[in-house]
Nanobody
Framework: HVQLVESGGGTAQAGRSLRLSCAAS????????LGWFRQTPGKEREQVAV?????????RYADSVKGRFTISKDNAKNTLYLQMNSLKPEDTAMYYC?????????????????WGQGTQVTVS
């Protein structure tokens, strides 16, 4: 299993940047998908950016964050990052790191069994 702990959330003005971190521990070598999701009250959880490791590594971004957010991973630190630039008020949400080992690869939050506790991002 994998354990995930997010950090780095906070409040930022529109147009500014924040970087989220997700420290992963446990079995990270067999993961198929690892990424970031977000949720606002009354709405379903949605994918933000996901690494997919099947057949080499690929990256999937939500259309709403393409060109503004970048997902990356420091393998030496076993830490996943989400660099968020040009923040907008609509980026306000609880952000979660999530992972799954299963096949096929997926960006559907319902297919991810492992989640961090979340970190709040508020853009004013």
């Amino acid at each position: 299993h994998v354990q995930l702990v997010e950090s780095g959330g906070g409040t930022a003005q529109a147009g500014r940047s924040l970087r989220l971190s997700c420290a992963a521990s446990g079995n990270t070598y067999s993961l198929n998908c690892l990424g970031w999701f977000r949720q606002t009250p009354g709405k379903e959880r949605e994918q933000v950016a996901v690494f997919i490791y099947s057949f080499g590594r690929s990256t999937r971004y939500a259309d709403s964050v393409k060109g503004r957010f970048t997902i990356s991973k420091d393998n030496a630190k076993n830490t996943l990052y989400l660099q968020m630039n040009s923040l907008k008020p609509e980026d306000t949400a609880m952000y979660y790191c999530a992972a799954h080992y299963g096949w096929p690869a997926s960006t559907n939050p319902g297919d991810f069994p492992y989640w961090g506790q979340g970190t709040q991002v508020t853009v004013s």
